[in-house]
């Protein structure tokens, strides 16, 4: 399951790469769309990690129980929310309460983009104590 997730990763870049050197680099519109799919595929990548955590007849590996392996995807979520708040901010910044529409659109994304390594932070110390 995560070599799948890591091939469509790097498929995304590979294309976005190409489209780079053809426009001059991605929009802020577009690189805000790619961190919160980067960041919605590692959540999923985390879900998967939790069910590592669990208790096998052979026991638990420390880098498993520990929840360290969980720590290693909170931090990737994190570092890309920081990276799709920064598209945020260049899509939608001091533009965001131009109409009503385009501050909740731009307050939901926000919320978005800062709760997915909230909870995954969360889950990660929840799954320690199983």
Same mark, same amino acid.
């Given at each position: 399951m995560?070599?799948?997730?890591?091939?469509a990763?790097f498929?995304s870049?590979s294309?976005?790469?190409?489209?780079?050197?053809?426009?001059?680099?991605?929009?802020? #519109?577009e690189?805000?769309?790619?961190?919160? &799919?980067m960041?919605?595929?590692? *959540?999923?990548a985390?879900?998967? %990690?939790?069910? @590592?955590?669990?208790?096998?007849?052979?026991?638990r590996?420390?880098?498993f129980s520990?929840a360290?392996f969980?720590?290693?995807?909170?931090g990737v979520?994190?570092?890309?929310?920081?990276?799709a708040? #920064?598209?945020?901010?260049?899509v939608?910044? &001091?533009?965001?309460?131009?109409? *009503?529409g385009?501050?909740?659109? %731009?307050?939901? @994304?926000?919320?978005?983009?800062?709760?997915?390594?909230?909870?995954?932070?969360?889950i990660?110390?929840?799954?320690?104590?199983?």
């Open positions: 995560s070599f799948d997730l890591i091939a990763l498929a870049v294309a976005h790469h190409s489209s780079v050197g053809q426009t001059g680099g991605l929009s802020p #519109a690189s805000l769309t790619t961190a919160i &799919t960041e919605g595929l590692l *959540f999923a985390f879900a998967v %990690g939790t069910k @590592l955590t669990e208790v096998t007849e052979e026991g590996s420390p880098f520990q360290w969980g720590w290693c995807i909170v979520i994190s570092i890309v929310a920081i990276a708040f #920064a598209s945020w901010w260049e939608f910044g &001091t533009e965001c309460v131009k109409s *009503f385009h501050l909740i659109l %731009g307050a939901g @994304l926000a919320l978005g983009i800062i709760a997915q390594p909230i909870f995954a932070a969360v990660n110390v929840e799954s320690k104590r199983v």
